[in-house]
């Protein structure tokens, strides 16, 4: 074959062109699965090669060093490969278009690229530079696109790129960049579009960006960019993008920003204050997002009828009055997120014509009335939260038609009657949440059907009734089981076993008994998961095996169990029994016989129903003081093992000079309280002996002592980290939530401290101490005397003597503090409200024994922590939240302005309201 004939052969294959004369100019295979490296392609074999496109392959290996022989090419298209390495020089090509993107490239961009001065376009996007960017990019006069995002680039944005006046697209998203940004990039008149998001760009944005006159896009989200936003971008009439989210901004929003042009509007996450633009002005707008800013006003002032619209997100602000009909011409709208406001009001049956729409989140507002039935028309409906409003009425049976759904949250609610059996035909549902309602009735069979439920089904906190249904079997993949705190019945069916997914299993505070299935579902349940049933038996620790005797009360006894186990008609009988004892062997003066037959005080939680009096003073040789473990205003606590091997604590009052009144007042007040009470927060009480010369609780023993004890120690406060004071202070909230809002009368405990705050090994914490509580009763004025610990009494109790739930919540409050301090507040409550303690930062606060969180969830638990219990510490009682409202606060741990944590003041969490 002739030389000639052999060099013309390559230009017939697929993807390679020539020139007339036989030379190869273009290499194009892009997308044609090609493996290997190109260390054997001899490019010196190309001297006129023009164009090289091997985009989108699996090459891998380095780019060679010799590509740079290639003094002709003006395009090269490296990207969607496997490369590595550093970028070899190209600087002696004549590179119109270089696009190295999504390769394993790294090292610093080479200086060598600034000498390409035909380059217009240069794309190095999704590799692994490091270092500054090039000022000598500036040099590229000709450059239209400069894509370097996705990289590790570190540094400022050299304000040299200011001089570049041909760039079109400039995007240098998701690297490392810091410093402000330049003032010069408004001499970048002609550029279109400008992404700087995802670095750590700090300082205002440069109010000259408003001269860009071409722009259509502007991306400056996720950075730590502070100040006002700009009145002088009002000026980009052209502006369709406008993304700001995740910045530290503040002050207003320009009301004329939201303008004929713009499709996305996203300010969310930062602190912007004032009320949400004129909506009616955007109708072209397609996606908005003001979530998670301190936006105010009227709701129905700033949003009317968009035919483009399809996302809209105004959650947690501080938005008000009532959604308006309108919402239902948006035809369009495919999420509506309105969540964490105080929006008021009805919920709109015209809702039911956005057939569109997929998320529904209403959550945490102060919605009333009942759930429209004309929600059965959104069949394209994913998510519908609900939760934590004042709805009222019945769930509707409509819902049933909402065949899309996958997430169902109506709880905290004030929802009637029974589940609807036509929820199970909600077939794709992965979460239902119905807790803290006033459903009764029974689970309906056709729950069972939900076989794709995989997060949560949550039915705690209701009336329910009646049988746990073995149809519940069937959620195979269901992985969070909580019907605690109802009022079920019968035996746990055995076809709960075939639960193999459950992770969380939480069936207490029901009527339940009978044996509890030996599978692993349960024996990897927490004991609490099946306390204060009925007469549950079984194999786990806290339980009754089942081959005991369950009999808790015999003749000798002269310490009574209150156990929470036994029906309301047993215990009162008990009881009654045991005073009637006292007093017939008092009134013959035979105390010893009273010790040696004084019956049995266990007979529950495993305990053999055999420990008598002797045992108890044997236990704790007569209370001698090397078992005394606490000291209190009434009495002693003591730790004592007993025969069986359990370990309890004691509390025994001490008679006081002139003040046995008081003494047995105190005692008989614990006594009733913890009877009537059962919350998995709350210290749980055995028994107790009622005798003249000796009275005593019998309670369970918290291992780790009380919360004051481990903060004062800075070994124990060390193992309490974060996380765990978190925890303690939810448990705390949720025990004094129920004393508030779920017994009746309302308990008002008067004397919530660090000191009776008590934690277990695990440190879950529990509240004790019931000696000087209150029920507040309705019909009364509810008089006190000055009691509690010093440093936690509300302020109002010193002038006023008045008792409401409110001083328990400033108690709390400091607890709260004090917990994420490491030390009481008081010199903060003293000064919080004044201009230097509004000044005083959060981060000087947190307790020194800890490291500083890293963490930004755990960061954002600590923001929302410290502004409930500064709302809680407010002089006035009205404006303190109600521990319901706490509660549910907690629960959830709305999001804060965590990304400028260092920088947060009490001044910035003071004024923020907890909904």
């Not at 004790?768 to 000055?786: C, E, H, M, Q, Y």
């Not at 606060?845 to 963490?855: G, K, M, V």
Request: aromatic share 6%; glycine share 8%; with cysteine.
């Amino acid at each position: 074959m002739s030389t000639t004939a052999s060099s013309a052969i390559p230009c017939k294959w697929f993807g390679i062109t020539c020139n007339k004369v036989g030379s190869v100019v273009e290499i194009s295979l892009p997308e044609m699965e090609l493996k290997g490296t190109l260390d054997n392609l001899s490019f010196s074999s190309f001297p006129n090669l023009v164009r090289l496109n091997l985009s989108t392959n699996e090459l891998t290996g380095t780019i060679p060093m010799h590509v740079g022989s290639l003094s002709k090419l003006t395009y090269l298209d490296l990207s969607y490969n496997n490369f590595f390495g550093v970028l070899p020089p190209l600087s002696n090509l004549s590179l119109h278009l270089l696009c190295l993107h999504h390769n394993e490239i790294s090292g610093s961009i080479p200086l060598e690229i600034g000498n390409m001065k035909n380059l217009w376009k240069l794309s190095m996007s999704g590799n692994k530079f490091t270092g500054m960017i090039p000022p000598v990019l500036a040099n590229l006069s000709n450059l239209r696109y400069l894509y370097l995002l996705s990289n590790e680039l570190s540094g400022p944005i050299p304000s040299k790129i200011g001089h570049m006046e041909s760039l079109l697209h400039f995007e240098l998203s998701g690297n490392k960049l810091s410093g402000p940004i330049p003032h010069s990039l408004g001499n970048l008149s002609k550029l279109e579009k400008l992404y700087l998001t995802t670095n750590q760009l700090s300082g205002p944005i440069p109010s000259e960006i408003g001269d860009m006159k071409n722009l259509v896009a502007l991306g400056l989200s996720r950075n730590k960019l502070s100040g006002p936003i700009p009145h002088s971008l009002v000026n980009l009439s052209k502006l369709e993008i406008l993304l700001l989210y995740d910045n530290q901004l503040s002050g207003s929003l320009p009301q004329r920003l939201c303008q004929g042009s713009i499709l996305s509007f996203l300010v969310a996450n930062n602190s912007l204050m004032g009320p949400i633009p004129d909506y009616r002005n955007c109708t072209c707008l397609r996606r908005a997002r003001f979530d998670s800013n301190l936006l105010e006003g009227n709701i129905t002032d700033s949003f009317g009828v968009h035919p483009h619209l399809y996302y809209i997100d105004v959650s947690y602000n501080r938005l008000y009055g009532e959604l308006s009909p309108n919402w239902g011409e948006c035809k369009n709208l495919s999420v509506l997120k309105i969540s964490g406001n105080n929006i008021s009001g009805k919920i709109p049956h015209e809702f039911g014509q956005l057939v569109r729409l997929g998320v529904l989140d209403l959550s945490f507002n102060k919605l009333v009335g009942e759930i429209p039935k004309e929600f059965s028309g959104l069949s394209s409906l994913l998510d519908l939260n609900l939760n934590d409003n004042q709805i009222s009425g019945y769930v509707p049976a409509e819902i049933g038609k909402l065949i899309n759904l996958e997430q169902l949250d109506l709880s905290s609610n004030m929802l009637i009657g029974s589940i609807p059996p036509q929820l199970g035909q909600c077939s794709k549902l992965l979460s239902l949440n119905l807790r803290w309602n006033s459903l009764n009735g029974s689970i309906p069979f056709q729950i069972g059907d939900l076989v794709a439920l995989q997060d949560q089904l949550d039915l705690s906190h209701n009336s329910i009734s009646g049988l746990i249904p073995p149809q519940l079997g069937n959620l195979i993949m269901l992985e969070i089981l909580n019907l605690s705190h109802n009022m079920f019945t019968g035996s746990i069916p055995l076809a709960l076993e075939e639960m193999v997914s459950l992770l969380s299993l939480d069936l207490s505070y029901n009527e339940l008994e009978g044996t509890i299935p030996n599978s692993r579902v349960f024996k990897n349940a927490s004991p609490q998961a099946f306390r204060n049933n009925k007469g549950l038996c079984g194999e786990l620790q806290g339980l009754l095996p089942c081959n005991e005797s369950h009999t808790i009360n015999r003749h000798k006894v002269i310490i009574s169990i209150i156990a929470s186990l036994i029906g309301t008609m047993l215990l009162a009988f008990a009881i009654i029994g045991v005073l009637f004892l006292l007093q017939k062997k008092v009134k013959k003066g035979n105390t010893e016989v009273a010790r040696r037959h004084n019956g049995n005080i266990f007979s529950i939680l495993n305990f053999d129903g055999k420990i008598a009096f002797e045992d108890i003073i044997q236990a704790t040789e007569d209370f001698d003081s090397k078992y005394c473990i606490g000291i209190g205003t009434y009495g002693n606590v003591y730790k004592a093992t007993l025969p069986t091997g359990h370990v309890v604590a004691l509390k025994k009052f001490h008679p006081l000079e002139g003040e046995t009144i008081v003494n047995e007042e105190s005692f008989g007040n614990e006594i009733r309280m913890l009877t009537e009470i059962r919350h998995r927060n709350i210290v749980k009480l055995y028994g107790f002996c009622s005798h003249p010369q000796c009275m005593f609780l019998v309670s369970e023993y918290m291992e780790k002592g009380s919360l004051a004890h481990i903060l004062s120690n800075q070994a124990d406060a060390m193992e309490l980290d974060w996380l765990k004071r978190v925890n303690v202070i939810k448990s705390v909230a949720n025990a004094l939530s129920y004393l508030h809002h779920d017994c009746i009368p309302p308990i008002i405990h008067r004397d919530i401290s660090s000191k009776n705050v008590l934690l277990d090994l695990e440190l879950e914490a529990r509240v004790s101490d019931f000696g000087i509580a209150r029920l507040l009763k309705p019909d009364s004025s509810n008089w006190t005397s000055l009691k509690g610990t010093y440093g936690y009494i509300a302020p109002e109790l010193a002038y006023t003597m008045a008792l409401t739930e409110k001083c328990d919540v400033y108690s709390f409050g400091a607890v709260a503090l004090e917990t994420i301090m490491g030390r009481h507040p008081k010199e903060l409550i003293s000064s919080f409200t004044s201009l230097v303690g509004q000044k005083m930062l959060l981060r000087d606060l947190l307790d020194p024994c800890l490291t500083f969180p890293s963490d930004h969830k755990v960061s954002k638990d600590i923001v929302s922590i410290v502004r409930i219990a500064l709302a809680c510490l407010r002089n006035h009682p009205q404006s303190r939240p109600s521990m319901h409202q706490v509660s549910k606060e907690l629960l959830v741990l709305r999001q804060s302005f965590v990304e400028h944590f260092h920088a947060i003041t009490l001044g910035d969490l003071n004024d923020i309201d907890v909904q």
